[in-house]
């Protein structure tokens, strides 16, 4: 029958594609673990102690992508971090050269033409910012965006936050490619490969922000997971008019196999991003243990359905106001210190409509990296009142081998249409359409025995499956 098939097909997949993907015994000893410095502390009270301790001075400049640039997808344009950071450090001055988009390809020099931010700029002008910097990008003679020479241009600048990464995964084809194909045996050496050519690029951007601004000290910031209902190859389940939607077979399918992989795959960049910040002895804000993936209102403008006044829908990979609540809190934490290799996380809580974060401190030293991996699964966070969805999909294991099985075969089967070539044989069209129609029929099966019909057997030939997964 053409059900025992398809789950047979994604068992089949899902079995031959995950041994690569298996993650090592930890070697962590609980004691160990129990040594290691971390401090609890609300968030409010953090903040307060350590500006009245020692109080930083100068400017703090935001660097990098759409994490600090996030004005675009709050529910409140006007509250984006820049002026929630002043607010946190009252007589610190925050300047804003992070540019949504911002990949570590073209930090250094980004032209209209190759990554454009013309959106962003006539979003700006339509929010009533009482701060002048904040309606305009800062841009050279010839149009172009040159992070490092801006930087430059700033005086007295204490601080450098540097967020810079998630959209060479998000938007780079051949970076998504290699690490969608890593997923197959074969090819798991390219996932290394990846993460250390990352590493090259980010130690040359670094070098660039400490030639600009040499008495500056440094954070760098590790970017959330994205909601589970967003997929970084289908993004969110909504239409034009950013209304959620359902029926999207293929959107789905990626949505249940994406965060069972994400982490394997980009955890080894992410470490090129701690390594880098044990060289300079700086830290680090991993917001992948700050958000949390299951929750909606820590993305974008709050809720799956919800448009701002710019028009813009609901993201699963921005900042919501809530979540740049958290950004702006663990920034000014982080420069309220001494320059150290820690690692600084959030625990957020919700009383009523308010929200509350806890920051957790860890030295980013050999046993914290030994067992690390991006996202939540050492971390106990969880949004009260919010199911962990883990059941959307189905009750049984069963239901979770084909789904995976078949998503991350269709998955696989993009490779070549990002890098600009053909399917793997698969047709999305024809196979959407055998699905649905296969679910049709089973439906139908499934009320003529509710109404006591007698079902014929099923004569389907098994070669009528999409070739994508036989």
């Known amino acids: 029958a053409k059900s025992s098939?398809?789950?047979?097909?994604?068992?089949?997949?899902?079995?031959?594609?995950?041994?690569?993907?298996?993650?090592?015994?930890?070697?962590?000893?609980?004691?160990?673990?129990?040594?290691?410095?971390?401090?609890?502390?609300?968030?409010?009270?953090?903040?307060?102690?350590a500006t009245s301790k020692a109080a930083p001075t100068g400017s703090v400049v935001l660097l990098g992508d759409s994490v600090l640039d996030n004005f675009y997808w709050l529910k409140t344009p006007s509250r984006h971090l820049r002026v929630q950071l002043e607010q946190q450090l009252p007589g610190l001055t925050c300047v804003n050269l992070a540019v949504d988009q911002m990949t570590t390809f073209d930090f250094e020099e980004r032209k209209p033409d190759t990554n454009s931010w013309e959106p962003y700029v006539q979003a700006r002008r339509k929010v009533d910012f009482p701060n002048e910097q904040d309606r305009e990008y800062r841009l050279d003679d010839d149009g172009a965006i040159r992070s490092a020479k801006n930087l430059a241009s700033v005086e007295d600048v204490s601080w450098c936050v540097l967020s810079i990464g998630g959209n060479d995964v998000y938007l780079n084809a051949s970076v998504k490619a290699n690490l969608l194909m890593s997923l197959a045996p074969p090819f798991t050496g390219r996932r290394q490969e990846v993460a250390e050519e990352f590493g090259g690029r980010l130690r040359g951007i670094v070098a660039s922000i400490k030639k600009a601004a040499p008495k500056a000290e440094l954070v760098l910031v590790v970017p959330y997971q994205p909601h589970k209902e967003f997929s970084l190859l289908y993004g969110a389940p909504i239409n034009v008019e950013g209304e959620r939607i359902s029926g999207d077979l293929a959107g789905d399918l990626a949505r249940v196999v994406e965060p069972a992989y994400l982490s394997d795959l980009v955890t080894p960049m992410v470490l090129q991003i701690y390594a880098v910040a044990r060289e300079l002895n700086c830290p680090v804000l991993d917001l992948s243990k700050t958000f949390d993936p299951l929750c909606e209102e820590h993305y974008g403008t709050g809720r799956i359905g919800a448009v701002n006044k710019l028009g813009v829908p609901w993201s699963g990979v921005e900042p919501s106001d809530a979540s740049c609540g958290f950004i702006a809190q663990l920034i000014a934490h982080a420069v309220s210190r001494p320059a150290s290799a820690m690692v600084y996380t959030g625990l957020p809580s919700q009383n009523g409509s308010r929200w509350k974060l806890q920051i957790k401190e860890q030295p980013n030293d050999v046993l914290y990296v030994e067992d690390y991996q991006f996202g939540i699964a050492d971390n106990s966070i969880r949004t009260p009142g919010k199911g962990d969805g883990s059941n959307d999909m189905g009750d049984s294991g069963i239901k979770?081998?084909?789904?995976?099985?078949?998503?991350?075969?269709?998955?696989?089967?993009?490779?070549?249409?990002?890098?600009?070539?053909?399917?793997?044989?698969?047709?999305?069209?024809?196979?959407?359409?055998?699905?649905?129609?296969?679910?049709?029929?089973?439906?139908?099966?499934?009320?003529?025995?509710?109404?006591?019909?007698?079902?014929?057997?099923?004569?389907a030939p098994a070669a009528d499956l999409p070739k994508a997964i036989t």
Do not use: H, Y
């Open 5 to 49: 098939f398809l789950f047979t097909a994604g068992l089949a997949v899902t079995a031959a594609l995950t041994s690569s993907a298996r993650r090592r015994p930890s070697t962590r000893s609980p004691a160990a673990g129990r040594a290691a410095r971390v401090t609890l502390l609300a968030a409010k009270q953090v903040v307060s102690q």
């Open 400 to 459: 979770s081998g084909l789904f995976l099985g078949v998503g991350l075969a269709l998955l696989l089967n993009g490779v070549p249409v990002l890098l600009g070539g053909d399917p793997l044989g698969f047709d999305r069209q024809e196979f959407e359409e055998k699905l649905k129609e296969q679910i049709n029929e089973e439906k139908a099966a499934a009320q003529q025995v509710a109404d006591g019909v007698k079902v014929p057997a099923e004569t």
